[in-house]
């Protein structure tokens, strides 16, 4: 696709609930990286993924948050029992690796727990 | 770990003139650093990067920055601001050797007429 895409685009949910976050890179980008966007708080890294490679899950907050890659293309955030300081914008991004020099970011999924 | 600050949190200032953000890292080693912009309610836009080469660089809509090694320091510059720069700036880092882009806090810059 021309860039990547996230979805869904708002998601509001209850606490203690499960919610899913889905993020489609840019077709041929072997590196993905989900980030956490609070107030005040700017860009949090939570994990990425790079072509085979073990993914670096150093960002990640808790053990409720994990997240994989199916075939080396689409995927997924998981937040299991989504508590209220989970409400944030979660952002995906992708790139060639650093030799290519740009990272391209989705537009967000903002997740509001209740 | 590496780690980027970003001094300013809200810089206001009135068009047409001048504009500093401020950004240093914390690496001694090999770096390539980026400033990423966010208009309101729109996603991260790259600015521009530096990469090796020329300390200055030059990006979108008149910017530029400057690496410093000594300093430690990338610093985001536009001699002439205009209302349509009011956005939040983002600098970021990625260490020599490693695949993680680290961000700073962000600094909004709000231009008034």
């Known amino acids: 696709g021309a860039g990547v895409s996230q979805s869904p685009s708002n998601k509001v949910t209850e606490k203690g609930k499960d919610v899913e976050l889905r993020c489609d890179p840019i077709?041929?980008?072997?590196?993905l990286y989900w980030y956490r966007q609070s107030l005040g708080q700017g860009l949090e890294f939570l994990i990425y993924f790079q072509g085979n490679s073990a993914p670096d899950k150093s960002g990640l907050p808790s053990d409720r948050f994990s997240a994989e890659r199916t075939g080396g293309s689409v995927s997924t955030l998981t937040i299991q029992r989504t508590q209220q300081e989970d409400s944030a914008v979660y952002l995906c991004?992708?790139?060639?690796?650093?030799?290519?020099?740009?990272?391209?970011f989705g537009p967000g999924t903002r997740l509001t727990v209740l | 770990a590496q780690s980027v600050t970003q001094l300013d949190s809200q810089v206001p200032v009135f068009e047409e003139a001048p504009v500093e953000l401020r950004c240093n890292y914390s690496?001694?080693?090999?770096?390539?650093l980026f400033w990423y912009v966010q208009y309101p309610n729109q996603g991260l836009q790259l600015l521009l990067k530096y990469l090796s080469g020329s300390t200055l660089v030059k990006g979108i809509n008149g910017f530029e920055a400057e690496f410093n090694k000594s300093q430690t320091s990338f610093h985001l510059r536009k001699p002439s601001v205009h209302i349509s720069d009011t956005a939040e700036y983002f600098c970021a880092v990625i260490q020599g050797g490693s695949e993680k882009l680290v961000f700073g806090k962000g600094t909004k810059l709000t231009v008034n007429p």
């Open positions: 991004a992708s790139s060639l690796g650093v030799e290519g020099g740009e990272w391209v």
């Open positions: 077709s041929g980008h072997t590196a």
């Open positions: 690496s001694s080693v090999s770096v390539y």
